[in-house]
């Protein structure tokens, strides 16, 4: 089983940045960032394969957010800029895949995941 801590939420004002750091207890090959805002479904922002460093990005946040992560810590870092009231949600940290999908980490929807975090507040106003 792994245990995922997340940490960075904050309130910031529109236009500034935030970085997001999730560390899991265990090195998994597939990580992502989602985020839900109250009265809205959850939502992909990032996807990571840790072997590679391959990268998905989804609209909402395109040129704005970079994942990334740091293999020797098992941590996952999500670097939010330029960022706007609509991106205020609870951000949560994903690993780990099922189904045997982890060639297709990429792919993965929220379901596909082992594993969450807590979750972090982002709040920007």
């Known amino acids: 089983h792994v245990q995922l801590v997340e940490s960075g939420g904050d309130s910031v004002l529109a236009g500034g940045s935030l970085r997001l750091s999730c560390t899991a207890s265990?090195?998994?090959?597939?990580m992502g960032w989602f985020r839900q805002a109250p009265g809205k479904e959850r939502e992909r922002v990032a996807l990571l394969s840790t072997g590679g460093q391959s990268t998905r990005y989804f609209d909402s946040v395109k040129d704005r957010f970079t994942i990334s992560t740091d293999n020797a810590k098992n941590t996952v870092y999500l670097q939010m800029n330029s960022l706007k009231p609509e991106d205020t949600a609870m951000y949560y940290c994903?690993?780990?895949?099922?189904?045997?999908?982890?060639?297709?980490?990429?792919?993965?929807?929220?379901?596909?995941?082992?594993?969450w975090g807590q979750g972090t507040q982002v709040t920007v106003s």
């Open positions: 994903a690993a780990g895949s099922r189904y045997g999908l982890s060639n297709y980490c990429l792919s993965l929807g929220q379901y596909d995941y082992k594993y």
């Open positions: 265990t090195r998994t090959k597939c």
